[in-house]
Nanobody
């Protein structure tokens, strides 16, 4: 059994910053990738940023230059530093973790989501 828990959402003013955290726990062999996705009202869930276990990063165009994803492997935790926030960043942010086992099996697990609201 695995668990993914996000924290750090809230209210920010336009131009402000927030930092999201997500920690994976439970019975697994390794983490292959962690990432952040978001879903605004009436829209589909979309990628924000992902970081595979090789340390490379991939960002949505809307996040480039403003958001930074990082990972603490020792803590099984991924962070999303969001700067220069805009109202269009308002959404529920979800953490996704892909767990792996030596058999080659993988499991993609989602957190419950954390609300980010950008408003003056």
């Amino acid at each position: 059994q695995v668990q993914v828990v996000e924290s750090g959402g809230g209210l920010a003013q336009p131009g402000g910053s927030l930092r999201l955290s997500c920690t994976a726990s439970g019975r697994f062999h390794s983490i292959k990738e962690m990432g952040w996705y978001r879903q605004a009202p009436w829209k589909q869930r979309e990628l924000v940023a992902v970081i595979p276990n090789n340390g490379t990063t991939n960002y949505a165009e809307s996040a480039k230059g403003r958001f930074t994803i990082s990972m603490d492997n020792a803590k099984n935790t991924v962070y999303l530093q969001m700067n220069n926030l805009a109202p269009e960043d308002t959404a529920v942010y979800y953490c996704n973790t892909v767990f792996g086992w030596p058999t080659g099996a993988t499991l993609s697990s989602w957190g419950q989501g954390t609300q980010v609201t950008v408003s003056s």
